[in-house]
T-cell receptor, first 116, second 114 residues
Framework: AQKVTQAQTEISVVEKEDVTLDCVYE???????LFWYKQPPSGELVFLIR??????QNEISGRYSWNFQKSTSSFNFTITASQVVDSAVYFC?????????????FGAGTILRVKS | DAGVIQSPRHEVTEMGQEVTLRCKPI?????LFWYRQTMMRGLELLIY????????DSGMPEDRFSAKMPNASFSTLKIQPSEPRDSAVYFC????????????FGAGTRLSVL
């Protein structure tokens, strides 16, 4: 069965610090997708990134970067120079193929608190 | 473009009452998902539809829960009768065939059953 583990329940940093959110996954599939979603205090879930299992290149988008390593089944998320607006719950997710479409299996989430 | 729209944003009801949550997916999306988020269980998939047809409802907790999608632009999740343990945030999400993995979520409905 698919499983996503986010071992860090809560992280607190001071503004401008770099922070890395860990994500470890389990799957028997050779083709799969990994995701990160952000849930700010307002409550909605915001899609951040999707990465497929055949693309291990790291990705950078502004202050955000993602490190995908199949050898360790990890898909970690780094925020550089964190800001107060980055405070949110961050979810890592893994797609699980179904007969029609795919199901997202979410980790428990990591609460990030950025203090000014 | 309008995102996934859910209503109401907040619902407070008494145990035993019927509750109906509503969702309008993004236009052109042919997959619709209902999730429930609680502190204890995190985000759980309840049911999903493809082209208005329910595909997998194995996550629906019990017969008190039902979901319908009468057309491509509207879905409902109904709880009858409601119980305090149904208190949670319910999310609707949609995606389209070309990129079925990327699900776009609504703002959620926070349900409190007293």
């Amino acid at each position: 069965a698919q499983k996503v583990t986010q071992a860090q329940t809560e992280i607190s940093v001071v503004e401008k610090e770099d922070v890395t959110l860990d994500c470890v996954y389990e799957t028997r599939d050779t083709t799969y997708y990994l995701f990160w979603y952000k849930q700010p205090p307002s409550g909605e879930l915001v899609f951040l990134i999707r990465r497929n299992s055949f693309d291990e290149q790291n990705e950078i988008s502004g202050r955000y970067s993602w490190n995908f390593q199949k050898s360790t089944s990890s898909f970690n998320f780094t925020i550089t120079a964190s800001q107060v607006v980055d405070s949110a719950v961050y979810f890592c997710a893994l797609s699980e193929p179904m007969e029609y479409g795919n199901k997202l299996v979410f980790g428990a989430g990591t609460i990030l608190r950025v203090k000014s | 473009d309008a995102g996934v729209i859910q209503s109401p944003r907040h619902e407070v009801t008494e145990m035993g009452q019927e509750v109906t949550l509503r969702c309008k997916p993004i236009s052109g999306h042919d997959y619709l998902f209902w999730y429930r988020q609680t502190m204890m269980r995190g985000l759980e998939l309840l049911i999903y539809f493809n082209n208005n047809v329910p595909i997998d409802d194995s996550g629906m907790p019990e017969d008190r829960f039902s979901a319908k999608m009468p057309n491509a632009s509207f879905s409902t999740l109904k709880i009858q009768p409601s119980e305090p343990r149904d208190s949670a945030v319910y999310f609707c999400a949609s995606s389209f065939r070309g990129s079925i993995d990327i699900q776009y979520f609504g703002a959620g409905t926070r349900l409190s059953v007293l």
